[in-house]
């Protein structure tokens, strides 16, 4: 079964990959994924400077999802603009990460990076848990300002990653935005930003960053996730690379947001609890899917979702 994807000209063997936060701090962790089955791989969102994250435990897996508060740990751009060339070594994509604690920082990261010359760059617009920070996917005018900035430095192709929408006309307006901004692919999508899960027997919270709350991952986002893959699958009529993220927990996961529209799919909530083995499971469970149903490729089916 043939499970390459092409996404802004850039060629993957497989369309699966690590989530930006999950299992790739490190150099160790980065290169672990590159001796994976995952289809690029993807770097930690980066700020200016090294950073230790929030207090822990910072992340907790529970039956259904997962709820985390890291705070952005991270090594800092330079450790990762010196990574890049051992990580293309492993003759898939580097996507690397890009966000900012401010809206200076994006262009300051952006310009060292893309000298580095990863195979994309993922503006990451959408990190939830850093305490007092907002969501900047939420406010279109500064999205649209750093964008604009960003396309003019950054020469490989570049996406953004983004923030769960809950209404059509934040999917209208965020998708006018980035189309003036001429990306060339997107994320879709980011945990969803500020639940509370609750420990009945001791009474408490069960991460310890701003009280408890996080960021919301695994199979209860699914729905979100779909809803924005297809929902800017068809603002841009089915020309705009997706990656879909979100709840991907099996092949069927994977195959549903591919009918939705997504290029490729990437994981978080199930990497971190299984670890990189978990790529080659998910291959296997897509081709059967994929195989039963009658298709050859999962270019065969992308976008093909029925309404009823």
Known sequence: MDLTVDIAGVKFPSCFMNASGALCVTED???????????????????IEARQGNPMPRY???????????????????????????????????????????EEDF????????????????????????????QIGYDADTSERIVKRLRKIV??????????????AHHKLMGDVLARCGV???????????GLVVNPDAETVVIKPKGGFGGLG????????????????????????????????????????VLCGASAVQIGTVLVEEGVQVFERLEHELTACLEKKG????????????GL
């Open 295 to 306: 298709y050859k490729t999962i270019e065969d089916c992308r976008g093909k979702l029925k």
């Open 218 to 257: 695994g199979a209860m986002i699914k729905p979100v996730a779909l809803a924005n893959v297809r929902a800017f699958w068809k603002h841009f009529h089915g020309t705009m690379p997706i990656v879909g993220t979100g709840g991907v927990v099996d092949g069927v996961d994977a195959f549903e947001h």
């Open 184 to 194: 060339d692919f997107l994320t879709l999508i980011n945990s969803v930003g500020n």
């Open 155 to 168: 020469t490989v192709p570049m996406g953004v990653k983004l923030p769960p929408y809950f209404d059509p």
């Open 29 to 47: 962790e980065l290169m672990a994924l590159g001796g994976s089955h995952s289809g690029a791989i993807v770097t930690k969102s980066m700020t």
């Open 107 to 134: 262009p300051t990261i952006a310009q060292v990076i893309n000298h580095a010359k990863p195979d994309l760059i993922e503006v990451n617009l959408s990190c939830p848990n850093i305490p007092g920070k907002p």
């Open 60 to 102: 907790h897996g529970f039956p259904g999802g997962s709820i985390n508060s890291m705070g952005l740990p991270n090594l800092g751009y330079k450790a990762y603009a010196a990574l890049i060339p051992a990580l293309k070594q492993f003759g898939k994509p580097v996507i690397a990460s890009v966000a900012g604690l401010c």
